[in-house]
């Protein structure tokens, strides 16, 4: 088969790089890619928004699966425009991929079909939203309705600072027309778990749990960013959340967006907080996360592709996913700067070694080739230095070790990915 992947992060290099293990797999090109994808794909110079040249592409190179992975593109209906050309590709279609795509969907749809989530209310007017504040207890939390680079939640602790909260979304437009509509939520407090699972419209198949740290520095300090490192599985996932998420959360979800004639083929990716109260939804995404790819794709047994062909063919029924019996840990290497400013372009060196080393992997987020053929940095968070172990213990330390085997100017990381698990 020929396989194209749209994306060019860390997702999508472990996406790639799992892709490439099938047997069924002959070739694998991704739009755009990045230095580290052109390892094991062909890289093409088309942007993830180019429908019109991604299909064109498709076609001329006979491809016979595309999978979509960022949010932007399965939101503005990627998956669509290849299906309207007759080719099949992996993700939610525009009417499903909306469960990402608008909070305000999201959270009528949990409240609708009776899906545990924080109470919340809908505005579309600054001056209702800020009167409503006016008696709300605080601290409370203020989410732009659409996407915002997972920038567009505000936890404010007080009165005057969710006002400004308002302010900035709704007024100043600070995420554009993402916040043309806000919705205000009740503060929840407990761990956070990312679960990602598999559905093809109607049977649902749960991956392994894992835990991303999406502030930007050391103790969950500095500003909110893509996400610093993550770690799977959590061990505060236990068997009980798992059998009462499975009850009241997946499979409900997916069969609330069949009744709402919004069949979900992809991956829906829950950002579950376990609170006093039992396990809530934070929020959904259709797609795989990032960096959470990179620490449950590397424990899977199963061959990807199949996978992927069950969730379009609706035959996931068929299929039980197998994982190994270990741990992973990814701690992501950044330019020192992220999210805000920082540089590019310095030469990443020592990537060589990852090759060699059986359980650790790098996946690259933001590299490029330069002129002279060499490797560089292209991006706030550059690589996620992965590797395994026999438990989270190991999976950790060997990370760690892993993140000196590579060099580049401005190389940032977090020193306390994994840091909870001293406390399961
Ligand atoms: P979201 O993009 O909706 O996942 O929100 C980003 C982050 O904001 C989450 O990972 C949580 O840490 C936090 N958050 C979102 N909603 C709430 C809530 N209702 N209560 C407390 N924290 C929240
Ligand atoms: N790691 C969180 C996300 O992919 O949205």
């Given amino acids: 088969m020929k396989i194209l992947i749209v994306g060019g992060g860390g997702r999508e290099h472990a996406i790639a790089w799992k892709v490439a293990q099938s047997a069924k797999v002959e070739k694998i090109y991704c739009a755009p890619g990045n230095a580290g994808i052109a390892q094991v794909a062909e890289c093409v110079n088309i942007g993830v928004m180019e429908f019109d040249r991604l299909v064109e592409f498709a076609r001329e190179k006979e491809i016979d699966l595309t999978v979509v992975a960022p949010d932007d593109p399965l939101a503005a209906g990627a998956v669509d425009a290849f299906e309207a050309a007759g080719l099949r590709a992996f993700g939610p279609r525009k009417n499903a991929a909306v469960l990402e795509g608008s909070k305000a969907f999201s959270k009528d749809l949990m409240k609708k079909y009776g899906i545990p989530t924080a109470a919340y209310e809908t505005f579309d007017s600054p001056e209702e939203a800020l ?3 006016e008696t709300a207890p605080m601290p409370i939390v203020l989410k732009a309705d659409g996407l915002a680079l997972g920038k567009g939640v505000l936890i404010c602790k007080t ?5 400004e909260g308002v302010q900035s979304l709704m007024l100043d437009k600070q995420f554009g027309s993402a916040g ?9 407090t407990g761990r956070e778990v990312s679960v990602l699972s598999f559905v093809d419209g109607r049977n649902i198949r749960i991956m392994t749990s894992a835990q991303d740290h999406k502030r930007a520095k050391d103790g969950d300090e500095g500003l909110n960013t893509g996400g610093m490192g993550t770690f799977s599985p959590s061990p505060f996932y236990t068997k009980e959340v798992d059998e009462f998420c499975r009850k009241h959360i997946y499979q409900p979800t997916v069969d609330a967006m069949r009744t709402e ?13 376990l609170t ?20 449950v794709l590397p424990r899977i047994r199963n061959d990807i592709v199949d996978v992927f062909e069950a ?3 609706g035959t996931l029924d068929q299929i039980e996913l197998e994982f190994e019996d270990n741990a992973a840990v990814c701690v992501v290497l950044a330019s020192d700067g992220y999210p805000e400013h920082y540089e590019k372009g310095y030469p990443i060196t020592g990537l060589e070694r990852f090759a060699e080393a059986d359980g650790y992997y790098v996946f690259h987020a933001g590299s490029k080739f330069d002129a002279e053929g060499r490797i560089v ?18 999976a950790r330390a060997n990370a760690y070790a892993a993140t000196d085997w590579v060099e580049f100017g401005n190389k940032y990381m977090r020193h306390d990915i994994g840091k909870a698990i001293d406390e399961a």
């Avoid at 009165?159 to 006002?163: D, T, V």
């Avoid at 043309?180 to 929840?188: C, K, L, Q």
């Fill in 377 to 394: 940095t292209n991006g706030g968070r550059v690589l996620g230095v992965t590797a395994v172990g026999r438990d989270l213990k190991a």
């Fill in 276 to 295: 006093e109260k039992g396990p809530r939804v934070l929020e959904y995404n259709a797609r795989f996360g990032d960096p959470e790819t990179q620490v």
């Fill in 180 to 188: 043309n509509r806000i919705v205000i939520e009740e503060f929840m």
């Fill in 311 to 313: 969730c379009i063919d």
């Fill in 261 to 273: 004639g919004r069949e979900f083929k992809g991956v829906i990716f829950f950002g579950l907080m």
């Fill in 159 to 163: 009165l005057k600072e969710a006002k």
């Fill in 131 to 133: 009167a409503y504040l």
